[in-house]
């Protein structure tokens, strides 16, 4: 049975818990993780539908509980970096550039890249050992792709991660193990604010996606049917970012 690491999966209707149990329906036992105590919900949920879990506790900005972590979880097979953006205990802080303190921005920046920088460096050389892995990144369009004012930080961040995945994928190449992006649009979640409906109601599709159809390609990728896909990102949003007029 391979094993997969979650992280920041603590919100019930978060991507992360869809990706931990969609990876669980496929067979892997999971290891889930997020910054607060509700991770133990999450694993007694999980543990309720049949699935094998370990639930884990911790800043994933700070390399020491990391390395904890890590220690915990032992070599995984497959890594979801979902963690990012805000959490329950490092409210995400917006504002347009020029009135952003420093310590905002920064703070803004390593919350979204800093778990996917050092989760990776932490579990990648597990898998290297195996000859098998699969590192799966939760990016966004935003940044990449589109932009929103008032987020350059976060947009900073995202696109950082698709910059980071192009140039690991070109070193892990031969290795077995393959580093890739699903990349949501509008996507309804408990963090979703009322203000982002809109745009989301804006969509082809006239809807917000659901987390668990940002899980489905996690689940593709982390499979052996995915072994030639290497360094890509798989955008999920209905076919917003093809809309020039919105609305």
């Not at 892997?28 to 007694?44: E, G, M, P, V």
């Not at 966004?140 to 929103?148: C, L, M, R």
């Amino acid at each position: 049975m391979r094993r997969a690491l979650i992280t920041g999966a603590g919100s019930a209707r978060g991507i992360g818990f869809a990706c931990a149990h969609a990876l669980g329906q496929a067979g892997h036992a999971l290891a889930i993780a997020s910054t607060t105590d509700r991770i133990f919900q999450r694993q007694a949920e999980l543990q309720a539908m049949g699935f094998v879990v370990t639930a884990h506790l911790g800043d994933l900005t700070d390399p020491d509980q990391v390395a904890r972590l890590c220690a915990e979880v032992g070599p995984v097979d497959v890594l979801v970096n979902n963690a990012g953006m805000t959490s329950v205990t490092k409210p995400a802080k917006g504002d347009v550039f020029l009135s952003m303190a420093e310590a905002d921005w920064q703070d803004g920046f390593a919350t979204t890249f800093t778990p996917t920088r050092l989760v990776t460096r932490a579990f990648l050389p597990g898998m290297i050992d195996k000859g098998w892995g699969r590192i799966i990144q939760i990016g966004s369009v935003t940044g990449p792709i589109v932009a929103i004012a008032g987020s350059t930080a976060y947009g900073a961040a995202k696109a950082a991660i698709v910059g980071f995945t192009h140039a690991l994928a070109l070193e892990v190449a031969r290795t077995g193990v393959t580093v890739n992006i699903v990349a949501p649009g509008w996507v309804a979640t408990e963090g979703t604010e009322a203000d982002e409906m809109g745009p989301a109601l804006a969509s082809p599709m006239g809807r917000a996606g659901r987390a668990d159809e940002m899980a489905a390609p996690v689940v593709f990728l982390a499979s052996d049917r995915a072994s030639y896909i290497n360094g890509a990102t798989i955008v999920v949003d209905g076919g917003n970012i093809l809309q020039e007029k919105k609305g």
